[in-house]
């Protein structure tokens, strides 16, 4: 029956006609994004520099899911015939990151010395909401103007408005040293220190180091005549 949301092939469970699903129910979504970045770069000596990048964004996400009770999936058995139905969910979020590091690299006498310093810092907020209603008054009205019932009707526990908010956050300090002399004889050593909620509750800091050293053998005159 084309004219109608079944094919009335088994009461229980009909089949749904999908030209008349597509016809009145949709899913919509809209979105909207934001994004900014900024930088520099100094360099107040010649073996010296100093260099800051900076991101922004701001996103949001609207969705309405409408389901019309002239069709099966708003007002059939599966859903407790619940005479149309419509979820309205909002999402916004915003994210902030800035890297700044010194740098500096200087070679004097077959020394050479180079080494940086720097700190990152992210943070991130999301917040969202999602509302629900059924048994509509008013057909193919898709808001929450057409229907007078709050929460769902397949699930009549839940709360007719929820939402979920959350934040994350890190903040890193890092610095690392490179020596060598004769490009042979070389040592370095980094250190990293970093503060995140990705991290237990309880341990909310890492430290993370490292040293090394290299001797460039082939370059010492002994080796010159080796093959």
Request: cysteine-free; charged content about 20%; overall charge negative.
């Amino acid at each position: 029956n084309w004219g109608s949301y079944d094919y009335d092939m088994h009461p229980e469970e009909p089949f749904s006609n999908p030209l008349l699903e597509s016809q009145y129910n949709d899913m919509t979504v809209k979105q909207s994004d934001l994004y900014g970045s900024f930088g520099a770069v100094v360099k107040p000596l010649s073996w010296l520099s100093f260099t800051s990048a900076n991101t922004f964004t701001l996103s949001n996400n609207n969705q309405n899911d409408y389901y019309d009770m002239r069709t099966l999936g708003g007002n059939g058995p599966l859903n407790r015939y619940s005479n149309g139905q419509i979820s309205i969910s909002d999402m916004r979020e915003t994210t902030f990151l800035t890297s700044n590091i010194l740098r500096a690299q200087y070679s004097w006498n077959g020394h050479s010395l180079s080494g940086l310093v720097g700190q990152e810092w992210y943070e991130r907020h999301s917040r969202g909401t999602t509302s629900r209603m059924y048994d509509q008054t008013v057909p193919g009205e898709r808001n929450f103007g057409g229907v007078s019932k709050a929460g769902s009707k397949t699930d009549s526990g839940s709360l007719p408005t929820g939402g979920t908010e959350y934040d994350k956050a890190s903040f890193s300090f890092f610095s690392e040293a490179h020596y060598s002399y004769l490009s042979r004889y070389m040592l370095s050593a980094s250190v990293r220190a970093d503060k995140s909620t990705n991290f237990g509750r309880n341990n909310r800091t890492g430290v993370f180091y490292s040293v090394g050293g290299a001797w460039l053998i082939s370059g010492e005159e002994f080796m010159k005549d080796q093959k």
